[in-house]
């Protein structure tokens, strides 16, 4: 029997709602002036863990995204590290250890996710050429070490963003999310070359929190229950949170379950102002025994981390 609605919908279930909470009350890493690279924002990162270390991939600007003027800049977008054995104090690379050099890319590598497969970390991200409106794409580049990246090719064309792989293979075939606004598709691949199947699994909905346009955020997290998809949801006021939805373990093109709320929201001063006010935005999570760690860029210009335990997030999925 399908429940109705408003039982659906948390109305009156007694579910305790999942909620992400903030390790840190202060970012963990922000801009550093002095930094050329890094001086105006240090955001969206992707997530590895490399024996005893917890690995950002961080998103950097050079400059703000517009002037004092609103006028928008020619502002650059690169790729920093930064390394730590606790997973809330960080050291950083002086350099960028990943940057644009091809001309679909001029203008920056943007929002990177990361997934350890077939022996190599593969790192997707929005290429931004900045030659015509809407030019940007998403490719990959890889690693063995999360430092020297190589081999870098776009590979879906057009107007697209939010690129993260599956971690895992099915079949033989890679799993490509996306997002072509306003939704997130699916996809999959032999080769990382050839795509197919693309479709829809996840579309705004109702006229609130995400009513304008959602994309994944960091790669699907492995659960007992199925793929846990954290995504990025927008509302008509330009508000960016987190919600979660249950994919199937089998067939990540089915979603089981998604939650009718926000699990995270803007509520700290450096999420609410910067660069972009009142966003949060996810690009990755550590899986860790005592629960999900999640780290998120706030108002496009820090980063901070939340967390939530395996119970707190398995309790809120009801699988019809």
Known sequence: ???????????????????????SLQPLLGPIP????????????????????????????????TDAQGKHTHYTSFI??????DGLHFSRLPEPVFRGNEVYEVRGVEDPRVVWLDERYLMTYTAFGGRHAGDWHIALTESVDLVHWENH????????KDGALLPVRRNGEYFLFHRRDPDIWLCHTPDLDHFHDHRVILSPIGE???????GIAGPPVETKRGWLLLY??????????????????ENPYHVLSRLS?????????????????????????????????????????????????????DGAFVIN
């Not at 920093?80 to 054995?85: L, V």
């Open 34 to 65: 002095g930094n050329t690279w890094e001086t105006s924002a240090v955001f969206n990162p992707a997530v590895a863990v490399r024996g005893d270390k917890t690995v950002l991939l961080y998103r950097a600007c050079d400059l703000p995204f």
């Open 208 to 214: 609130h929190w995400e009513a304008v346009k959602v």
């Open 261 to 313: 709320y926000p699990i995270f929201e803007p509520e700290l001063a450096w999420e609410k102002n910067g660069l972009v006010p009142n966003v949060v935005f996810s690009c990755g999570a550590v899986s860790a025994e005592d629960g999900l760690w999640v780290y998120y860029g706030g108002a496009d210009t820090a980063i901070g981390v939340a967390f939530a335990t395996w119970a707190e997030i």
């Open 1 to 23: 029997m399908t429940q109705p609605d408003f039982i659906r919908e948390g109305i009156l279930d007694a579910r305790p709602q999942l909620k992400l909470h903030r390790l």
């Open 80 to 85: 920093g590290y930064a390394e730590s054995t």
């Open 232 to 249: 990025h949801a927008v509302d008509r006021d330009h508000v960016y949170r987190l919600g979660a939805a249950l994919l199937d373990k």
């Open 153 to 160: 090719r776009i590979l879906l064309r057009g107007t697209d």
